[in-house]
């Protein structure tokens, strides 16, 4: 039975798991935890609570078991499939990690750092960046993020090309489990080849089977240079070929690879008006090569750029001549994602293929909008090099908000049919949350689902790790 409403005694026993300062139940107090960043969904809770301790969090475990209380972690909140809000009402506690943001230790013999779950990913960053090395998981929302909501959702961003996932960079994690229990899974080596990687279980379950409580990443040495250029292509076709070259030419050395379609720069300009291509094309790629060794990075580029114009790949093409210009060309890339929350409701996608089947996936999405949903604004861009392409739609401007969605749903259908059809993921790094759940499920063979439930009844016997999230609720279990 779902509980509407907690009385002063659980209240109080969660004030003494939390203090006073760590609870918060009134619309005022939980209303920053309850809504997305792009305004899509409106959650609710019956209390959100913020532990400052790994021993809070697991008397807030303990208790919440006690209850049968279900919980959901939080991280930053800036998740896009609604992972950390529940719309439905299911009197749901959240619990959110901001206060757990110590950075617990930093080894640059060893390349590696151990924190805090709720450390904001930018903190870490500056930290690593002030010690001469890099954290290189990179995205947008990276000033908000927490890396345990990076673990939990094994974010992935610009960089994954050259370093990987969140699943390749995480060395060990700190978990408190559903019953309280702390497991600590760091041992801040390399290789440890002992049997079951339990810490990748964790990585990506989006917090269905246990709070992160601490993250140990592996670091890389700072870049000491960096190039980056805006180019110009006539097709998508000719950015799929580019790459290819662009991976033999430059030495492993692309820490990016993002394209953008043209249509795309007027989203940028909704954040700043004064947003210019740097070429005009029908297809735009921001590339950026990087090293820590003294190379040759500008005349690498600039060879390879030359050839490509040559053979005709490349149209246009802009070198950043400062790392003001670069940080202009980022801009665009990352203005592009902000002016589509500031428009408004938008149909966004996060699809995965093949990286050669990347010209059929934009074209089939392309041709599927204008036959279907005539008057929708089509937009395809994303870090091309790992296959990752968010094709997301805009309604017309004029289109009543409940029409807008109610024939958004039918958009997404169309494009995930698209994107399967071509043997790609529906998620290929925002994750399943709440948005994706029933697709997901739908998608996954009876042995697949026997495997996840078997999981997750093992590490949560009660269901009360993010119901709703991921996976049906346990009574609806296979
Ligand atoms: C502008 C913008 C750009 C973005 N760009 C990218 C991108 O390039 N690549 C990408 O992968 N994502 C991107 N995202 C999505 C989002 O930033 C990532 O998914 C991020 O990793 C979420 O971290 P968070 O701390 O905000 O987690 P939250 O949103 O708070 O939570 C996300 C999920 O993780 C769970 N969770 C959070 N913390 C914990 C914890 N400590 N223990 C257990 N479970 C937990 C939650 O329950 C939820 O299911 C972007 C988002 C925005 C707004």
């Not at 930053?76 to 619990?95: C, E, F, H, Q, Y």
């Not at 938008?346 to 059929?360: E, F, Q």
């Not at 993921?425 to 063979?445: D, M, P, T, V």
Request: proline residues 4%; negative net charge.
């Amino acid at each position: 039975m779902t509980v509407q409403r907690l009385s002063p005694e659980i209240l109080s026993a969660m004030e003494g798991a939390v203090g006073q300062n760590g609870i918060a139940v009134e619309p005022a107090g939980m209303a920053k935890y309850l809504g997305d960043w792009a305004g899509d969904y409106r959650g609710s809770a019956l209390a959100v609570l913020r532990p400052a301790s790994v021993g809070e969090v697991q008397a807030v475990m303990r208790l919440c078991g006690e209850l049968g209380l279900g919980v959901i972690p939080q991280g930053g909140n800036t998740g896009l499939v609604s992972g950390a809000i529940d719309s439905k009402g299911r009197g749901l506690v959240v619990v959110s990690l901001e206060r757990l943001n110590t950075i617990r230790q930093i080894d640059t013999d060893n390349f590696t750092l151990q924190a805090d779950a709720g450390c904001v990913l930018q903190t870490i960053k500056d930290v690593c960046e002030a010690q001469d090395c890099l954290f290189p998981l990179a995205l947008g929302a990276q000033g908000s993020c927490q890396i345990g909501g990076n673990a939990a959702t094994n974010a992935g961003g610009v960089n994954v090309l050259r370093y990987g996932m969140a699943r390749d960079l995480v060395l060990g994690l700190e978990v408190v489990l559903a019953d309280g229990e702390l497991w600590n899974g760091f041992s801040g080596l390399r290789k440890n080849n002992t049997g079951y990687d339990l810490k990748q279980l964790f990585i990506g379950s989006e917090g269905t089977l246990g709070i992160i409580t601490g993250v140990e990443v592996k670091l890389f040495p700072k870049p000491a240079r960096t190039e980056t250029a805006y180019l110009g292509l006539a097709s998508f076709e000719a950015a799929i070929a580019l790459f290819n070259q662009a991976r033999r030419d430059c030495s492993d050395l692309i820490s990016a690879f993002e394209i953008i379609g043209s249509e795309c720069i007027e989203l940028a300009r909704l954040i700043d008006p004064a947003t210019r291509e740097p070429v005009s094309a029908p297809v735009q790629v921001l590339i950026e090569l990087s090293s820590s060794a003294a190379i040759d990075l500008s005349g690498l580029l600039a060879g390879f750029l030359g050839d490509a114009m040559e053979n005709s790949l490349v149209t246009d093409a802009v070198l950043a001549a400062s790392s003001v210009q670069a940080r202009s060309f980022w801009a665009i890339r990352e203005g592009l994602v902000e002016g589509q929350a500031k428009r408004g409701y938008h149909v966004r996608t996060d699809l995965s293929v093949k990286i050669s089947d990347i010209p059929a996936l934009i074209e089939r999405a392309r041709r599927f909008v204008a036959k279907e949903h005539p008057g929708w604004i089509p937009l395809a861009y994303g870090h091309a090099g790992d296959g990752n392409v968010h094709f997301n739609v805009l309604p017309p401007l004029e289109l009543a908000m409940q029409e807008a969605r109610a024939r958004g749903v039918e958009v997404v259908a169309g494009l995930y049919e698209i994107a399967v059809g071509l043997g790609g993921s529906i998620s290929a790094e925002h994750g399943i949350g709440r948005s994706r759940r029933k697709e997901f499920w739908a998608g996954l063979s009876p042995t697949h689902r026997r495997m996840v439930a078997a999981l997750k009844s093992a590490l949560d016997p009660k269901g009360l790790m993010n119901p709703g999230c991921l996976l049906p609720a346990t009574e609806t279990f296979p």
